[in-house]
């Protein structure tokens, strides 16, 4: 079965961390892009970071810039969304999704169930 698997979320205090990781299988992530979401109780779901193949190309948006990073062990065909100085704003669900050659925004081949992150004190 092809599809992403997304772990690591959890229950964290403000200012925390957090490391999610987003594992494939049944396919190689080694031509893939990959996009990190999320969504918000009753918000859209908002693209937080793109990590490009090779991993030579991270972008992150606005919100997260500074905070979070983006990396990939393609031998272990993970990628992971490191979180630091978490918000309660953070709070979403996070999604990471794979498309061949190009940052995933609506379109893409695959993506993760999710995992909850929940920032309070």
């Known amino acids: 079965q092809l599809q992403l698997v997304e772990s690591g979320g959890g229950l964290v205090q403000p200012g925390g961390s957090l490391r999610l990781s987003c594992a494939a299988s049944g396919f190689g992530l080694d031509y893939y892009a990959i996009g990190w979401f999320r969504q918000a109780p009753g918000k859209e779901r908002e693209g937080i970071s793109c990590?490009?193949?090779?991993?030579?190309?991270?972008n992150l948006a606005a919100s997260v810039k500074g905070r979070f990073t983006a990396s990939r062990d393609n031998a272990k065909n993970t990628v992971y969304l490191q979180m630091n100085s978490l918000k309660p704003e953070d709070t979403a669900v996070y999604y990471c999704a794979a498309r061949k050659d190009y940052c995933p925004t609506t379109v893409a081949n695959y993506w993760g169930q999710g995992t909850q992150v929940t920032v309070s004190s």
């Open positions: 990590i490009t193949s090779s991993g030579g190309n991270i």
